[in-house]
């Protein structure tokens, strides 16, 4: 079944991704990607767009995950998927402030938490990280204003293991 081949693949690319082995991750990512869009299997694309993204950040190409990302985005929404929209724009946060757009990139983050919110929902906190980032660019390009314009603690906004709010 190319479904579960192309969901086997995004995972054997995340692990790829994690011992640091970027042309296999990117490699599969792109079969998945190629056998997602195939079959017409929308969501499935969003995520290997998303993860390709990944791949971008981690290896520095700040453009390629910004272009991944949006592609990703836009297919998140067009799936009216909310909560892969708010995850989506979290990610795209890690290239906009590596980049210098750190203004953008603090909007995009108070507008995914505000979905998430919405949803009842807050991230993990081991996915702190992306929070952390963005604020402290924001600081460091002195828009210190800008830096936490939701005035609360940093949610955990990286990843996708997600938990209902209130609960640990």
């Given at each position: ?105 603090v909007r995009l983050l108070a507008a995914a938490e505000s ?54």
């Amino acid at each position: 079944n190319p479904h579960w081949v192309a969901l086997c693949q995004g995972t054997l690319a995340r692990w790829a991704m994690e011992l640091g082995q970027f042309e296999r991750a990117t490699c599969l990512l792109q079969e998945a990607l190629a056998t997602c869009r195939r079959l017409g299997h929308d969501w499935g694309a969003t995520l290997a767009l998303n993860w390709l993204g990944h791949v971008d950040i981690a290896m520095g190409d700040n453009a390629n995950a910004l272009v991944r990302l949006r592609e990703s985005l836009k297919l998140s929404t067009e799936e009216q998927d909310p909560m892969q929209v708010a995850l989506t724009l979290i990610d795209i946060t890690v290239p906009l402030a590596r980049s210098g757009n750190t203004r953008q990139a603090v909007r995009l983050l108070a507008a995914a938490e505000s979905c998430l919110e919405e949803m009842a929902l807050t991230l993990a906190h081991s996915q702190q990280a992306i929070h952390q980032e963005v604020t402290t660019a924001a600081r460091g390009a002195g828009r210190a204003g800008d830096a936490d314009p939701l005035g609360r603690r940093p949610a955990a906004l990286a990843g996708r293991h997600y938990r209902r709010a209130g609960q640990r």
